[in-house]
């Protein structure tokens, strides 16, 4: 009855709002592992024809994006003793309302470009809104955690987005973007260990005041 | 007119208190009581029906007949609800317009009710009530327009006329805009994310504020309301989610059943919202509803 890659696309859309009206930045990091988890299931599905750079694709993307980096990410929380985004720059109900709006203009843009044929559209359209709503992740919020929430999305969109071409990009690719996020999110933990103890908090809004030490 | 239609609005309208001691009892057990009994509503309303009312000096004459528009205008939307094979008992181009209308309009004589009474209490929870019917409406709008998308109807009947059979590739839209009918449900019949209906302290009440100087046969009409409304948006839910085939009444009434024990459920594991939270949640039925008129429009 209901294609189970649609599912999955729908799911990953869906956590988006979920990042999007949380305030529990736990919550929120959960479910970007939840997010990684269905997209690391999106290419066995949509192409179930087995290889061993698939396999290879699959195990990575579960490994980097679901397991490694929410249990850094909940990690650095933990060290920071930081739970809640209190004020974030646009509130929680303009924040979605804003998401559902990327989310109508993904659908409209995805259908007038000429790459998507009928299959891959909802891909494309997922894409350009997940990629979208991160970027809204990243402007609007105040915790420097969100801000690496917001680059997650970010890239989960794009690699989406990469699913639609899987057949001409080479896994290999895929493989090396997946360590370039693994290691953008370790350099971003490392630099909110050290904004938080400079600062002595991780709210991003303090960063304009220069400060000498 | 459809006449033959009229059996199975008769029969939920008999069923309405049973499906809200359903999500009481649910709930009741989950959380670890044994709650009140399954037909204690209809012992209710029988006990109501024989008191007379006392009626508050500060109210105007409008305040003795507002309890039965509430009731009035729920069963309006009863008669316009698609509830049985034949589909509504009124049906007309754009009548989901006069549903939500009629939904709206039972709301507005209760929160008018409230007013009335010239409580500052019941001023407050009436205040709470319409704030959540802004969320509310935008959201049902929605969800008529994705089903209308789905389906190319404009009446209520062909709206939910089992569009899962007749859309199955737009499924993943259809349980979306279910999702959001739900959280409708949760919000326009006070059930426990959005309101509590066991609480006894007044400055969290919402929907029992308001009722707080009624009594008699108008705390009945409004009682009674209050279930047809719950099962009404029950049964348009297990419309939308029904699988392929026509609709069967006993299909029907296991839909709502569900969905009832569904809402007891999630209340019995839900804590409340706190009310400045509360948008929050609603504006959650907005997007999903959008999201499911975003994948019809594909």
């Known amino acids: 009855m209901l294609p189970l890659h649609d599912g999955l696309v729908l799911g990953v859309l869906l956590l988006n709002f979920f990042v999007l009206g949380t305030s529990r930045l736990s919550s929120g990091i959960r479910s970007t592992a939840l997010q990684g988890a269905a997209l690391a299931a999106l290419p066995a599905v949509l192409h179930p024809v087995w290889s061993f750079h698939k396999v290879l694709l699959v195990l990575g993307t579960l490994a980097v994006k679901s397991i490694l980096i929410p249990t850094f990410l909940l990690r650095a929380i933990r060290e920071a003793s930081i739970r809640r985004e209190v004020e974030p720059h646009v509130g929680f109900v303009g924040s979605l309302l804003l998401g559902a709006l990327a989310v109508a203009v993904a659908f409209t843009v995805a259908r007038r470009l000429p790459v998507a044929s009928s299959e891959s559209e909802l891909l494309v359209a997922a894409s350009i809104a997940t990629v979208t709503i991160g970027l809204l992740v990243i402007v609007t919020r105040r915790k420097a955690i969100n801000q690496v929430i917001g680059y997650v999305l970010l890239e989960n969109g794009i690699y989406l987005y990469g699913l639609t071409q899987s057949d001409r990009v080479p896994f290999l690719v895929e493989l090396g973007v997946l360590l370039d996020v693994f290691v953008g999110v370790f350099v971003m933990g490392i630099v909110l260990f050290d904004i938080n103890r400079e600062f002595d908090s991780l709210d991003s809004a303090r960063l304009v005041h220069l400060r000498e030490r | ?298």
């Not at chain 2, 309208?13 to 037909?39: F, K």
């Not at chain 2, 348009?236 to 392929?244: N, T």
């Open chain 2, 1 to 298: 007119m459809n006449a033959a239609g009229l059996a199975p609005v008769l029969l939920l309208m008999g069923l309405a208190p049973l499906v809200q001691g359903l999500v009481h009892r649910t709930r009741a057990l989950i959380t670890g009581r044994r709650g009140i009994p399954l037909l204690q509503l209809y012992r209710d309303l029988w006990k109501l029906a024989r008191k007379g009312t006392v009626v508050s000096r500060t109210s105007s004459g409008l305040f003795a007949a507002l309890p039965s528009a509430v009731l009035a205008a729920a069963i309006g939307a009863a008669l316009l609800a698609p509830l049985g094979p034949g589909g509504s008992v009124l049906r007309f181009p754009g009548d989901f317009v006069a549903f939500a209308g009629l939904l709206a309009l039972s709301r507005y004589a209760l929160v008018l009710a409230g007013f009335e009474s010239g409580s500052s209490f019941e001023g407050m929870g009436a205040s709470r009530e319409v704030t959540i019917a802004t969320f509310a409406e935008p959201a049902l709008f929605l969800c008529l327009a994705a089903l209308a998308l789905v389906t190319g109807g404009r009446d209520m009947s062909s709206l939910f006329g089992s569009p899962m059979a007749r859309a199955p590739l737009l499924a993943p839209a259809l349980i979306l805009v279910a999702g959001s009918l739900f959280v409708l449900l949760l919000a326009e019949t006070g059930q426990v994310p959005v309101d509590d209906p066991t609480t006894h302290l007044e400055l969290t009440m919402i929907h029992e504020v308001i009722v707080l100087d009624l009594g008699g046969p108008d705390l009945g009409c409004v009682l009674y309301a209050a279930s047809l409304k719950l099962t009404l948006l029950a049964a348009l839910i297990a419309a939308v989610l029904v699988p392929p085939g026509p609709m069967h009444l006993p299909w029907m009434v296991a839909g709502v059943a569900a969905i009832a024990v569904v809402v007891g459920v999630v209340a019995g594991f839900s804590a409340r919202i706190r009310l400045d939270r509360l948008p929050q949640f609603l504006t959650a039925a907005v997007v999903l509803a959008s999201l499911a008129l975003a994948l019809t429009l594909r």
